[in-house]
């Protein structure tokens, strides 16, 4: 990590479609999908291995940002904005222990912004949220293999900041993720700082 950057991974289900939110979105500086969280994290992990649902990996994006263009609090209002927080272990027709839903955090100020923006998710959901919350310093991050990595975008996808296109996944099986909705938009209009969110 360099200086004037800060990380967070998160896990919202198949991370071709988040990764490329979180490509599209201002103040992102990159991204890169991999696994994290297994039960023994040590051992290197692949996606035959991950998909099988035996390694307890879950598929993941590691967001590098500058802080002084977003927030924790914008990237982690946009994660409860994109899936369903409620749902252990699945997302929509993905189901299993590498579509759960949870946050790795890098420094406290990142699990203090979890928790704020918890709170006001969990006011507006009739079920209680069951994303995981973990310190980074305890897991090891595997990188998923290359062809994963920007997916979407190599298959065409816009990944230009700003952009509030919806993301299909699987091709053109309809919309995965809608960026284009109230409270969501604004987080992709480009500031000149991060006072400005």
Request: charged share 20%.
């Amino acid at each position: 990590m360099s200086a004037g950057t800060a990380v967070l991974i998160v896990a919202a289900g198949c991370f071709w479609s988040v990764e490329l939110v979180y490509q599209r979105l201002p103040g992102v500086i990159s991204t890169r999908v991999g696994y994290i969280g297994g039960l023994d994290d040590a051992v290197p992990a692949t996606y035959t291995d991950v998909s099988s649902g035996k390694t307890g990996h879950a598929e993941a994006v590691e967001v590098h940002y500058d802080p002084s263009q977003t927030s924790a609090q914008v990237l982690l209002d946009v994660f409860f904005r994109i899936h369903d927080s409620t749902t252990k272990d699945r997302q929509g027709n993905d189901v299993g222990s590498q579509y759960r839903s949870a946050v790795w955090f890098s420094e406290p100020g990142q699990l203090a912004a979890f928790n704020e923006i918890k709170t006001i998710h969990s006011k507006v959901h009739v079920n209680p949220i069951v994303t995981e919350i973990h310190d980074l310093a305890a897991a090891t991050f595997h990188i998923a293999e290359d062809y994963h990595q920007q997916y979407l975008q190599k298959g065409g996808q816009s990944s230009e900041k700003g952009d509030l296109t919806q993301i299909r996944c699987y091709g053109n099986h309809g919309p995965l993720k809608t960026l284009d909705k109230p409270h969501l938009r604004d987080h992709f209009t480009p500031r000149s700082s991060a006072e400005d969110l």
